[in-house]
């Protein structure tokens, strides 16, 4: 059974830090890049950063550059997503979601963890 679980969201101030985890099985992690999937209450899905089967090549939103950080460790199957600075426009429930090389959908998705920025 594949499955993508997401952990780590929760309640931070603003300025602060989270760090996001998206532990994998059921499949080969190593073989798909992998992307971290936003969704506000009430607004559509947006990307916010993906990262390839490697490790090597990384991409974000211009709205998160510079503040937050997409890594995998591909031993553990785990992706991560490190989210400094954080401002109250990132609150969110957060997926993350994996893509076989030259497909052009994802093929699988975890059930999300909610980040919510507020003082």
């Known amino acids: 059974e594949v499955q993508l679980v997401e952990s780590g969201g929760g309640l931070v101030q603003p300025g602060g830090s989270l760090r996001l985890s998206c532990a994998a099985s059921?499949?080969?992690?190593?073989?798909?890049?992998m992307s971290w999937v936003r969704q506000a209450l009430g607004k559509g899905l947006e990307w916010v950063s993906a990262?390839?089967?490697?490790?090597?090549?990384?991409t974000y939103v211009d709205s998160v550059k510079g503040r937050f950080t997409i890594s995998r460790d591909n031993a553990k199957k785990t992706l991560y997503l490190q989210m400094n600075s954080l401002k109250p426009e990132d609150t969110a429930v957060y997926y993350c979601?994996?893509?076989?090389?030259?497909?052009?959908?994802?093929?699988?998705w975890g059930q999300g963890t909610q980040v919510t920025v507020s003082s």
């Open positions: 059921g499949f080969t992690f190593s073989n798909y890049a």
């Open positions: 979601a994996a893509r076989r090389f030259g497909a052009s959908t994802y093929d699988y």
């Open positions: 990262i390839n089967s490697g490790g090597g090549s990384t």
